[in-house]
């Protein structure tokens, strides 16, 4: 007992009070997704008789071997109906449908009516898939197209038109046929119709009704098959039906159809002038916001997409071969490229003037006007012009009263004053003028006497010239005109030109090219 007591007292002076609670075996198990698909098939028979189909029915379970049409020997204006139910278990989920045409046998040999008219006779080269028509709608589990069931048909097309269609929303978080924006639940049950026919597919949906089948009531379609020909005979078409879920817990964006992207990367390539690659804007899709430029990687949705470029009229805009017309192709997952290229479309021009005064010519190059493709423009200046032909013209300036100058061209024009100017290239002409020579021509007029004109001596600047010759004169100078006089004759007169002298002794001062004929006559004075 002392023992004891010693005991507590030590315990209750030397420790804390304390208790322990133990939760054992704590476990995580994950939860199921599971889909489950059961089929109820209607089928027309070799006999024409449309009937059950226990081969293309099931009860709910997985796909594994299991066929929604799995028939031979069809016909046209033969019809199949299906109603697909659809069980999630255990947990909400997203569902997608996809339907995927991946052979189209031609089944060779040929018939004999077949191969009259169809020559392709390659391993997927049959017609089938394109005469075999089907529609898909929301049912209500009564493998009957009802009224009300008509505005839920979400597939009606060939096979092949289908497949080539995208993966089908059941239900996702942007919509679905079965679901519209919310997940398939578990515990309920979801029904999509199904109907085929080898020929044209009409709908003729029967009045809303809880029905137990097709075969009393009929499907709600129709089927023509009198315009199906030999085409198709012996060919076939396999396909894949897929459905799938994924959780929609944690999983609010889930779509069946994610968009596709891809990278476009943009090249410039700049051919002449003095702009580089980095200098010229692009954008994409029409997007000015932000200018993109050379060596830009961006990532963009798996579709065709446009790129062009801001203004650059000194530039002309072509596209590289990956880029045609501006429009690229971006593959899902891939990369494209779109080469942009600008080449200078402009050269320069410069005329250059001279002008020789050989003959007592006094212009200079002010004197002349120059016109580029008729806008007056200035000798010995630098234009940027467009690469391509050009015409150099020149006029003499009305206010100097320039004579005569001959003109010629040399260099880069030719002497119509054409010229030709290449892109991101040099032109120079060169415009030559030289003062014509002007000329004066005196005649003697001899009245009365015995003597003739040669027996006077006329001169010009003192130089004697013969009655009726034209002597060279420098322009712009004022030239002398005199006779040597004659006994017994004296000059009455001296006319012709306004630029003749009124009186002998007197000077002729011509423009450049200019040419007078002066008369003096002497008269007979015994």
Excluded at 90 to 98: E, F, I, L, T, V
Excluded at 296 to 304: D, F, G, H, I
Excluded at 426 to 440: E, F, H, L, P
Aim: with cysteine; glycine share 10%.
């Amino acid at each position: 007992m002392i023992a004891f007591v010693g005991a507590l007292v030590v315990g209750a002076t030397g420790a804390w009070f304390t208790n322990s609670e133990t939760s054992t075996g704590n476990t995580f198990t994950a939860g199921v997704i599971d889909l489950k698909v059961d089929n109820k098939s209607y089928i027309t028979n070799h006999d024409g008789d449309f009937v059950a189909s226990r081969e293309t029915s099931w009860d709910p379970s997985d796909l594994l071997g299991k066929y929604f049409f799995k028939f031979a020997d069809l016909k046209p204006g033969d019809v199949g109906e299906d109603t697909i139910s659809l069980h999630v278990e255990n947990n909400p989920a997203w569902a997608c449908m996809d339907l995927t045409v991946t052979a189209t046998p031609e089944n060779n040999p040929q018939t004999t009516p077949e191969s009259k008219v169809d020559t392709t006779v390659g391993d997927n080269e049959g017609e089938l898939q394109n005469e075999l028509n089907f529609v898909f709608w929301k049912d209500d589990g009564d493998n009957v197209l009802e009224k009300d069931e008509e505005r839920s048909v979400f597939w009606q097309d060939s096979i092949q038109g289908i497949s080539d269609s995208a993966v089908l929303a059941l239900a996702d978080s942007q919509g679905g046929v079965l679901e519209n924006g919310a997940p398939l639940l578990p515990g309920e049950t979801y029904f999509i119709g199904k109907a085929w026919c080898q020929g044209i597919l009409g709908l003729d949906p029967l009045p809303q009704d809880n029905y137990s089948g097709p075969l009393d009531q009929g499907t709600g379609i129709t089927c023509d098959g009198s315009q199906i020909g030999n085409a198709s005979q012996t060919d076939g078409v396999v396909a894949d039906v897929q459905f799938s879920v994924e959780q929609s817990r944690h999983n609010d964006g889930f779509l069946c159809n994610p968009p596709q992207e891809g990278t476009l990367t943009l090249v410039k390539e700049v051919v002449g002038g003095s702009m580089a690659a980095k200098d010229f804007d692009l954008y994409v899709d029409g997007n000015t916001g932000s200018p993109l430029h050379d060596g830009a990687v961006l990532t963009v949705s798996a579709e065709s997409h446009s790129v062009t470029e801001g203004s650059y009229p000194d530039y002309a805009l072509t596209y590289g071969a990956d880029c045609t017309g501006g429009t690229v192709d971006v593959p899902a997952n891939g990369n494209a490229t779109c080469t942009v290229i600008n080449t200078y479309t402009k050269g320069t021009l410069t005329v250059n003037k001279v002008v020789k005064n050989l003959h007592g010519g006094n212009e200079d190059a002010s004197s002349f006007n120059l016109f580029i493709d008729d806008i007056a423009r200035d000798f010995g200046v630098t234009y940027t012009v467009s690469a391509g032909s050009h015409v150099v013209e020149e006029t003499a300036s009305t206010a100097d009263g320039v004579g005569v100058y001959i003109q010629t061209n040399s260099d880069a024009c030719d002497q119509d004053g054409n010229v030709n100017v290449t892109a991101d290239g040099s032109a120079v002409c060169t415009i030559t003028n030289v003062d014509a020579q002007s000329y004066i021509k005196l005649i003697n007029n001899v009245v009365g006497g015995s003597l003739g004109a040669q027996d006077f001596t006329m001169k010009i600047n003192g130089l004697p010239v013969s009655s009726g010759t034209s002597k060279a004169v420098d322009s712009n100078y004022a030239n002398s005109i005199t006779e040597d006089p004659v006994t017994g004759y004296s000059i009455t007169s001296i006319t012709g030109d306004p630029k003749c002298p009124a009186t002998l002794a007197g000077t002729a001062t011509l423009d450049e090219g200019d040419s007078i004929t002066c008369t003096i006559t002497n008269t007979y004075t015994p």
